[in-house]
């Protein structure tokens, strides 16, 4: 069963009370209605049969106020195909319906008439389609009023409208430009959802689709100078994956880096302020390091000049170095001291690895031929956190840096093979105890053998 | 007089020791072409010797509860010294047990030497094999690994089935109607307790009677022997056959360790009640022909569950199995051939079948 | 009387018994092969307790108010707090973004990595950064001056 505070149509105060006079209407109507029938059927069942139509005429009543706040808009409209229809579920689940909004209150209009004349009329404020430049301000009405908001939800923010205006798409639209993407664009008309409803499209999972629907369309954007390859490039991301295969809603899809309300590509100085939201450390780092003065110098952003932008892939281990999969020789060359200092960070980091795995290789063979080896395969695990520190510290570019995470990573991988050689050691002497043992029994078979030939052979002369 | 003549006399005089060793002077053991399975009893029986001082060595640290059983077979694994030795010894030796037990009770099968006046020596030795297999099913559940946990409710679901009584024994053998750790303390029970107490007596009885009517001969070479006297041999049991079977022994000592060293029996991981059977779930081997077999049975024949009939026919086989010689009275003619025909079926079906088991997906 | 020469007669002239003596050898340095591991076998070794669910994280004494130690539960390391306001917590110690081991940081009262900046409350909580699930959270038992942890839920 629905529940409205509001049956009226029009923001401002409920009109909780224009309900309850609906309701009195109705029941003064149903009662006349039962003292015709009475008239007509004079003692009627009597007092059973007057309970009995009292009760059926009730759930009548009440089953009529399930409709409750008439929306005579939705009874021909959710008749129609779009764009003059609209799904009377669809909209029914939307925030604002459940709020109480009904078509009225952005369209204008009186919702409770059935006459389609006096409905739309003008003098109700019908203002029928909304046009395209106007929806921001429309909607602007009420979510920047932030004493009205704190009504519905006090902690929504209300500076959305503000916040388009300077954002690529609100400078354009203030310029005439109504291909740009207004509030319903994202949102919806009709079925908005909080943003964190799933089926809400702005949902984190959902956004990069929604910006998608105009950024991905070649033919949509002709004229624009921008390309069309970013969602493509997008879904191959890393990022793409946290969020969209692994369900971590805390990845950054294209409102994260873009701005939401505010959306516009950030320039070159702050890409790596961007980045460094969730990154802090590479930031931290690659600031103090070399490069952050060379790619200023160069006019090339931070992060996205070695790992890209949209198309983001997990960086390996040959990611760095002086292979032609590696960020470096995209502008070092062999002989300058950048790309002696990739070789030399690329081998340390490949050295712990290897070592990494010799010993997680020793290690799981003793475990498996039983020799206990818990307490090591625990310590090993912290040279993989070293390894993970040092993947992170290349982007100081500098290997005494990086060397001080491996350096520490090879300490651990020592003692863990090692242990592993122990264990080793162990498994052989287990070996040898059975070669001294099987010996004994070896020598005490010889020795039945020959104690049998012995009691047994005849003595020449005799019988057995 | 030395002490050992001494300490002989003082025994002598009180209970007749003279008596026991004349008795064991005049033991001998018949040589003929097929002497050479008279091995497998006393072999089976240095195997159940090996079982008792491995597994009370394993009682030492081995604890019976879901949260300990598994960490504590870990712990003599890796923590106790030649820990790993004795429990894989203790599992190796287990299954050779039931090996050479098969092999023995198929060669007393074959060369007839169940019958009069040996019948209860078969009997006791038919429950004694039972009481093997029963030793196999219960001592697998103790580690308390994945493959182990899942043998153990296949098993029981598969006994559950039995006619009538079938949900008893299920409960009764699983201490509620799942397994749970109420079924690892039962297994323990039985196990280290009911089982050895059973056997012991079965065991005693088994060697009194074999002592009693000693070794048989089967009956052609006895028909043999009977038509030229002089080619009767006979050796003595001390020291000759006792040094041959020592020898076998301590073969059987050296395989042992080198399977302990070069095949430690495996530990697994920890059953995990709540996870679902992984795939290829089996039991081990000596269960394996009859699992084969209910699972090649369609589901139904006729009226009857297949599974059901599959239960009932091997419970049948087994029974007739038991009653030989009630049924073999050494008349020979038609029905010997059908038993030894018998035999030689029941033989190839249950290696085609353990074979087939393991090939097959 | 008992035959002098049991359990059997030899047709051998009467020699040194140098066959008996070797077997005596044999089966002596067979029988020591396998008495020698069973004489260790029953004496305990060291770590006296087969592993049960608790473990012994450490001493009342060891830790001082709003700082932490890693310990080892299991095969993964954990991580044993005392805060200022002098209560006992436990952790799993692995991140569960890319299973780095965290620390606990007196600075700010929480929980950090140090790979990339994740942070829990100290009842594991990931607040910040990109942890997607909190730390699994363990029991602490206080027995005398020993400090327990186990896993929750467990009898």
Redesign the interface.
Known sequence: MRMSPSSSGEPGPSGASKGKRRVREQRTKLACVVKRCRAGHPGAGGVLGALFVWCCLFSLAALSLEAQAKNSCLDCHSKFDPPLGINAEDFGSSVHAQKGLLCTSCHGGDSSSDDMERAMSKAAGFRGHIERSQVPALCGKCHSDAAYMRGFNPSLRTDQFSQYQTSMHGKMLARGDTHVAVCVDCHTAHTIHPPNDPRSSVYPANVAQTCAHCHANAEYMKGYKIPTNQFALYSTSVHHDAIAV???L?APTCSTCHGSHGAAPPGVASVERVCAT????QQQLFDSSPHKVAFAAMGAAGCITCHGNHAIQHPTDDSIGTANTAFCVKCHVDGDAGYTAAATIHTGLLKLNQEIERSDEILGRAQN????V??T??AL??A??DL??AR?ATHSATPETVQQDTQAGLKVTDKAWQAGQVAMRELKY??Q??A???A?????????????R??????PG?TR | MSVWQNAQKWLDERFGLHELREFMEHKTVPQHRYSHWYFFGGMTLFLFGIQVATGILLLLYYRPSPNEAYESVQYIMTQVRFGWLIRSIHSWSANLMIFTAAVHMFSVFFLKAYRKPRELTWLSGMLLLFLALGFGFSGYLLPWNTLSFFATKVGTDIAGQAPIIGKWILVFLRGGEDVTGATLTRFFGFHVAVLPGIATVLLAIHILLVQRFGMSVPPSVEAEWQATPSARHEMRFFPNFLLRELMAWYVALAILGGLAAFKPWELGVKADPFAPAPPGIRPEWYFMFMFQTLKMIPAKIWFLEGELLGILTFGLAFLLWVLLPFFDRGRGGRAQRFIVGAGVFALAYVVVMTFYAYVAK | MLSSEFPYTTNQPKRRHFVEAFLGAGVLASLASFLYPVLRYILPPETAEATTDMVLAGRVGDLKPNSGKIFRFGSRPALLMLTSSGQYSAVSAVCTHLNCTVQYRGDLHSIWCACHNGMYTTDGRNISGPPPRPLEKYEVLLKGEEIYVRRLGNA
């Open positions: 692994r369900g971590d805390s969730c990154h802090v450390f031929a039983g020799v206990e818990g307490p395969i625990l695990s912290e993989r956190d993970t520190k992170v287990r070996r105890g059975l001294v043992s099987v004994a029994i070896l020598l005490v078979l010889v020795a039945l053998a020959l104690l049998i012995k009691i047994e052979t005849p003595s005799e």
